[in-house]
């Protein structure tokens, strides 16, 4: 077994030694097998991949080419569809050997996706990831015992499930202080928005009440105006003198009063012109 065949390395901690993919070359006739081998040798991946394809077309039963096969996309980042090849090379058909890598190899896959979400800081899929990366290395101990690489790399992936576990934790603390800080922002803004209304209702309901008191005062001077007015035509009309009907005997007292003053009137009138005259002044 050849794991660092592929120089593609797997590092387990900033302490442990560092692990390659479990590859052991397939053995075969097959020329596309040959040439995928060589392939991944020179670190062409995608030919080495479309060489393995080949091969699986002409060997669907042999879980070795779907083993390389997984290495050549994983190589490529294709890490879904490497688990995939992977997964069919553990067929329990397949050599024990053959699934062990196959195993290993699947949790590598795992662990590299777990890497990748937990620099993404979505540590709840980085958890799942690594618990599957440790579930795969354990299925390849069980199937080789005495693997130190396997060994190796499943202690990583615990270790980097109790920390993402941890800052998973921290991470929802902190989203739920933003929350119950947002919600107290929240109940401020509320609060100020509903003392600014309860102002302006208070504010509209004085202007309302001193325009009703001034329509009312200028009712009540209105009113006053008129009272005042009609008092004084009453006292105009009050002190106007009334004329009292003569009684019979007055008009009759009248009447001969006209008659009297009509006889002396030609008398009156020449001592009065009699009154305006001067004698001639002798001028002798």
Known sequence: MNRSLLGLVFLVSLIAPTTAFAWSPLRSENSNVKKGNALMSEEQYAA????????????????????NRGLALLAQESTETAKEAFLAAADPSAPTDTRADAYYDLG??????????????DHE????SFREAADAFKRSLRLRPGDRDAAWNLEYALQRIREQEEKQQEQEQGEEQ????????????????????????EQE????????????QEQERGQEGEQEREPQEGQAESQKPREEPMRQDDVQRFLDALEQNEESLPLQRARRQSAGRRPPEKDW
């Open 205 to 216: 309901q004085g202007e309302e009440q001193e325009q009703e008191q001034e329509q009312q």
């Open 48 to 67: 080495a991949l479309e060489a393995y394809d080949s091969a699986a077309e002409e060997l669907p039963d042999s879980k070795g080419v779907q083993l």
């Open 125 to 128: 899929r980085a958890t799942a």
């Open 108 to 121: 590598v896959a795992y662990a590299r996706q777990g890497d990748a979400l937990a620099q993404q800081e």
């Open 178 to 201: 933003e929350q119950e800080q947002e919600q107290r922002e929240q109940e401020q803004r509320e609060q100020e928005q509903g003392e600014e209304q309860e102002q302006g209702e």
